[in-house]
């Protein structure tokens, strides 16, 4: 398996980083996608990927609350890091207005310059979207007018089968199913059965979003065979297929060998 957002760098993981690495390989988790949040943790991230023995892939962008003042600096930093090449995708972007909309317009601006950036460098992209899925959309259908055909994940999905249609027709996008659906009444477990497996990437977001029985506590990657049983049953599927179809999913997408 691949989870294909983790933030294994984080502080959370400061004392027991290695072991929850060796606890990841132990549950069949291969490989993990580092997604970049902003300047601050950069260091830090790549410092991780590179004591993961090449079992990370390490991404660069700047979070949607990340873009605050100084935000043009900080799309700079992510410029720049896109300069030295060596990255598996531009993320984790995106709109978040849960929080707040004091620097939407600066969201939409970084979001769209972001967006072509990837295009041009031939890059998945790493999307968040947090109740703001109307102007992710307008932002895509410009994209579109520019003549640009998207590749990436949906991270975090929980929209509905008819926003995930919509999804489909700016390019070759997956989505990202995560801890969420394992929770009860979690209305993605209804939508995740509409949608083909070939179109399904694995994530944890650790140390967030833990699924049951651990929620409450810190997420990790070595969690992710629990999403992937969930996902499974849901499907009707064995473990296996879903392992076998969402890692080759995960391998094309970041060209992971």
Not at 31 to 40: A, E, K, N
Not at 86 to 102: F, K, M, N, P, Q
Not at 127 to 142: G, K, L, N, Q, S
Request: charged content about 30%; proline content about 3%; some cysteine.
């Amino acid at each position: 398996m691949i989870d294909t957002h983790t933030h294994l760098y984080d502080e959370a993981f400061a004392e027991d980083y290695a072991g929850a690495l060796d606890r990841a390989s132990e549950a069949g988790v291969e490989h993990l996608v580092f997604p970049g949040i902003d300047s601050s943790v950069h260091g830090r991230m790549t410092e991780a990927a590179a004591r993961s023995g090449g079992r990370a892939s390490v991404a660069t962008g700047l979070h949607p609350t990340s873009v605050k003042e100084d935000w043009k600096r900080e799309l700079d930093f992510v410029e720049n890091r896109l300069t030295d090449g060596g990255w598996c995708a531009v993320g984790e972007i995106g709109l978040d207005r849960h929080w707040s909309d004091e620097f939407i317009h600066e969201q939409e601006e970084a979001f769209l310059t972001q967006m072509r950036w990837a295009s041009e460098a031939g890059l998945p992209v790493i999307i968040h979207v947090r109740e703001a899925f109307d102007t992710v959309f307008r932002i895509m259908d410009r994209l579109a007018e520019e003549g640009r055909r998207m590749k990436g994940i949906f991270h975090a999905f929980s929209g509905s089968i008819e926003t995930y249609r919509r999804i489909r027709t700016y390019g070759d996008f997956r989505i990202g199913i995560g801890g969420v659906l394992t929770y009860k009444n979690a209305g993605i477990a209804g939508t995740v059965k509409e949608i083909p497996l070939e179109d399904i990437v694995l994530e944890t977001d650790s140390p967030w979003l833990t699924p049951v029985p651990f929620r409450g506590k810190r997420n990790e990657s070595a969690y992710l065979r629990i999403i992937a049983e969930r996902l499974a049953d849901i499907k009707g599927l064995s473990l296996e297929e879903v392992d076998r179809v969402t890692t080759d999913n995960a391998k094309s997408l970041f060209n992971i060998k």
